[in-house]
């Protein structure tokens, strides 16, 4: 190679590295042409997407990238909408609000009006142009879960550097979960209530409540908001209930904490213990962290911010004190939270200790007992623990949104976070086989949808959206061409979807792709170190060499 190419590449490689930005977990690694763009008006977003167009180069707006997919991710201009977080509250019962607001800035907006939204996701740092991205949504068979199905109106930068009001209600649905390939959303207008109180209850059950034929799904029927977090070691689960009251004259104050702000010492602290416990295959000791989880969401513990807890504003200051549970408060305070001034992930030491991944299916109802009777299945082989937050299981009601995760179906979630190895690249996760038969037996056999935002890239591959939005790809993809109709919106993402092309957004050092997802393993060098890729049941999976686990289901049968 000659001097000359030489330099050209370190140059190449120099911009792209300067311009590299990640999802807030680090895992997805997008590397674009051009730096991070934040315009502060629609004038300069109209000017970078016209910029754009006439240098054949594409755009990406982004929230908080708090996606773990490469959904975030361009090869042109990626452009942060922080600055876009107005709010202005209508007389027609709904609000507007710049995308790039934080979910709990809305919040308080809208209570500080008297208003609140009926139901929404537990995060309260995502944006609200990144909830309709991914179709992020809570949890309730009475009430639209998502930010997604309250929407009444958008305002977006199209492919032609148009500004666009939509309203219409059939091309609300293409946009109401538009994974970001429609335009740059400017501001959204959401239904809104009148704000109201909720009171909810946490408690452990035995866990056959959920394949006994009736009792989850009769609750979850009853009640307005219904989740369950289900601990297979302990053989239980703890069911949250919470009932909606007529207006906010029910005495209490109470806020969740589910998402904690945690300080320097625990984060490193907890980090390492559960590097510690994977490094050893230390399964049963993970198994007493899903039980010590199991107790935080129900009682005080030490160690944990309450689940619950009563939130006093003397005016002057803010005081959160008492365990509460049951709890009564705002609904929405008890239904969200954000981790403000250091999350768990905060990457505040030279190397973060503790980083998650997040894997997450939705399904329709009806598969409900046969999806948890498939997951005992595998644990009985493959024993795993779900330390962190168990298997969350959460429902919404169909949507009407075309690419909607409960899009048309009465729908129930299975979800579970896992904490990242420092040696990601080389070093398997505890349970990882068990995890990885699950999810592919999930999409496979059970028909279920990944979250857009959740999950590894295996799941977005080209072949697999293909199948798994079949019947709703083509609808979708004519809608986006009605805005968009150059790809200016397009990135690799969106490239598999339209079925053109098989490339993703990689971190360069991922080779054993197997470890974080990025492929389903078909050679031991796809899975970690001293790792077989083993068949089971039709299913390949990575496998210890030596495995030292007895297949025990529970600790406490
Ligand atoms: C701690 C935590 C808790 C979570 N809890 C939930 C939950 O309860 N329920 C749930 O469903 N999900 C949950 N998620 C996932 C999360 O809600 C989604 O991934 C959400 O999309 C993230 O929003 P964001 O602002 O970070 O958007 P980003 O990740 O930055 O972007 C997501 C998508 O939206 C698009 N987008 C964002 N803004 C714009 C805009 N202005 N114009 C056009 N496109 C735009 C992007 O292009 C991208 O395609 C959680 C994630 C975390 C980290």
Redesign the pocket.
Known sequence: MSKVTNTVLLLQMFVLSSTTYK???TSIHCTPSEPIHYPKSTEEVVNIVKRAIGENKTV?????????TD??CTDGYPVS?KH?DHAIDNEDGTATFG??IELQDAMIFLEKNGRTLISL???G???L??????????SSLLHPT?ISDQVVRLT?VDGRGSLRDVSDPNELNALRV?????????DVTLQTVPLFKMTVHNRIHADHILTDGRTALRWAAQHDLFQIWWFPSQGDVVVSKGIYHDGTNELGNDTTNF?PDTDFITRNLVGTSFETLQETRNTYAMYLLEAYTKFSLVERVVGRAPIFEEHRNNGSAETWNNFKNPATGFSWRLMSNRCQRSCTWNTDSIRPKFLIE?S?IAFDLEEFSSVINMIRKVLRQYPAAFPLVGLFIRFSIPSDGLMAISSNRSTFTVEWTTPMRWNRYEKPKDGIGAYQWILQEMVQNYNGRP????NGLHYFNRDLMASVWKDKRELFVESMTKYDPEGIFLNKFGRRLLGTSDQVDKDSKVYRCALQDYCICQKHDDCGLLQNCVNRNGFNICKDLIDLKLPIISIVN
Request: no cysteine; aromatic share 12%; hydrophobic share 40%.
């Open positions: 999802s807030y977990q990406k707006a982004f929230g908080s990238r708090h996606s773990i959904i975030i909408m876009f995308a790039g996701p537990t995060f740092g995502i944006t142009g990144g909830a309709i991205g991914t179709g992020a949504h809570g998502s977006l538009n994974l970001g390939l429609f335009g740059v959303i400017i998402i997040e997450s979250h857009w935002g959740k």
